[in-house]
């Protein structure tokens, strides 16, 4: 079973627009989740990342939004440019779950067009 | 610069052949992951190390083996490669937890059993 489901394969916006990538987990005892960006034959970057005591992280055009009650979380990249075209995965980890071992989602392939 | 480096970068087998996928990293981190990447599922944990001497086992771990005998080194050994196991592996490596977001990837090494 996929503790962390990333339901959206793939993401196509306009350069300059929103780009919205949407993150959910099953276990209400993850307590901290990341966001990693991959680019083709290159490994996972980390990207931003937020604990379970906040609802929100910023870091320049990234925002990353927690809400636990639904087990959701979001990744905001305003404004959207051509660089960020890549692969977005979300993850997840927890004191009860060793805190060195992240679980992954699927990933979502964002593509950002002119 | 420190980095992390996986070799070979692609590699083509036979059902029933040992392969070996190198990671070496020049961070001096303590910990050391392995994990394959396959359509569908994310990002999969193998096989990890606290450090020299050190291995445990992830989520997936059958069919797989690793040894640390020194700090830069994590190599990931096939037994007797299996069709199943065709995937792109990444080895990473922190100092810190892995929730800090202090995980560093290297490029892959995408394995094909034929």
């Known amino acids: 079973d996929q503790q962390v489901k990333q339901n959206s394969p793939s993401l196509s916006v306009q350069e300059g627009r929103i780009s919205i990538l949407n993150c959910d987990y099953t276990n209400s005892m993850f307590d901290y989740f990341l966001w990693y960006k991959k680019y083709p034959a290159e490994g996972p970057t980390f990207l931003i990342s937020?604990?379970?005591?906040?609802d929100k992280n910023e870091d320049g055009r990234f925002t990353v939004f927690l809400n636990k009650s639904a087990k959701h979380l979001s990744l905001h990249i305003v404004p959207s440019q051509p660089g960020d075209s890549a692969v977005y995965f979300c993850?997840?980890?927890?004191?009860?779950?060793?805190?060195?071992?992240?679980?992954f989602g699927t990933g979502t392939r964002l593509q950002v067009f002119p | 610069d420190a980095e992390i480096t996986q070799s070979p970068r692609h590699k083509i087998t036979e059902t029933g052949r040992q392969v070996t996928l190198a990671c070496h990293q020049t961070?001096?981190?303590?910990?050391m992951f392995w994990y394959r990447q396959d359509l569908g599922h994310g990002l999969r944990l193998i096989h990890y190390?606290?450090?020299?001497?050190?291995?445990n086992k992830g989520e997936v771990s059958d069919g797989y083996s690793v040894s640390r005998s020194n700090t830069e080194d994590l190599p990931l050994t096939l037994e007797s490669a299996a069709s199943s196991q065709t995937s792109v592996y990444f080895c990473?490596?922190?100092?810190?937890?892995?929730?800090?977001?202090?995980?560093?990837f290297g490029e892959g090494s995408r394995l094909t059993v034929l």
């Open positions: 990473a490596s922190s100092e810190g937890q892995a929730n800090t977001g202090e995980l560093f």
């Open positions: 993850a997840a980890s927890g004191n009860f779950y060793n805190t060195d071992k992240l679980i």
């Open positions: 937020i604990s379970s005591i906040k």
């Open positions: 961070w001096n981190h303590n910990n």
């Open positions: 190390s606290y450090g020299v001497h050190d291995t």
